[in-house]
């Protein structure tokens, strides 16, 4: 099974300010990997998949990119509906796999 | 509007079963690949199985293979996941989940449906 890994497990920042999550994949994926936020008792939502392309509705301050191995989850402004747990998850292989998550809370 | 709609979770012993169901609309359900993804309490998240599309294949996890099964009916536009031999461990949140294009990318999500497997 191909092993997602993301950093930092958690982090806390301030509105405005810029969050990177990274994610890493036990194997080349190419870009077959996808981020999902899930806010504090709801479902998971698709924000990006293929790697750099926004969900219908996701705000434009989220961005992804990578490929193979390594990727990111940008957030170039962070706001207050922005904290909850990011995964990602990988498609290239069955089982598809998602990361551990990293929270993001407003310091 | 895509929507989705999971129901039939509860407590249930250990070596028991359950069925799931996920009632779906606002899209072309019979041509739509589904999934059913779940979360342990305070815990990631799990792909547990797949119903293709088109040619109705299903892929299921290693930990649910043999004892869990993923089928659909059409006519209804319900998904559904029987699970039989359930263990602690299948304790979770289950969510019903529609596949994108390409399977593999969940674009909608429902509420999901709890299952506690507890003696």
């Known amino acids: 099974d191909i092993q997602m890994t993301q950093s930092p497990s958690s982090l806390s920042a301030s509105v405005g300010d810029r969050v990177t999550i990274t994610c890493q994949a036990s194997l080349d994926i190419s870009n077959y990997l996808n981020w999902y936020q899930q806010t504090p008792g709801k479902a998971p939502k698709l924000l990006i998949f293929d790697t750099a392309h926004l969900h219908t509705g996701v705000p434009s301050r989220f961005s992804g990119r990578g490929s193979r191995t390594h990727f990111t989850l940008t957030i170039s402004s962070l706001q207050p509906e922005d904290i909850g747990t990011y995964y990602c998850?990988?498609?290239?292989?069955?089982?598809?796999?998602f990361g551990p998550g990293t929270k993001v809370e407003i310091k | 509007e895509v929507q989705l709609l999971e129901s039939g979770g509860g407590l249930v012993q250990p070596g028991g079963s359950l069925r799931l169901s996920c009632s779906a609309s606002?899209?072309?359900?019979?041509?739509?690949?589904m999934s059913w993804v779940r979360q342990a309490p305070g815990k990631g998240l799990e792909w547990v199985s797949t119903?293709?599309?088109?040619?109705?294949?299903?892929y299921s996890a290693d930990s649910v293979k043999g004892r869990f099964t993923i089928s659909r009916d059409n006519s209804r536009n319900t998904l559904y996941l029987q699970m039989t031999s359930l263990r602690v461990e299948d304790t979770a949140v289950y969510y019903c989940a529609k596949d994108q294009t390409v399977a593999g990318t969940y674009d909608y999500w429902g509420p999901g449906t709890l299952v506690l497997v507890s003696s």
């Open positions: 606002g899209f072309t359900f019979s041509t739509n690949a």
């Open positions: 119903f293709s599309g088109r040619g109705g294949t299903t």
């Open positions: 998850q990988q498609y290239d292989n069955f089982p598809w796999t």
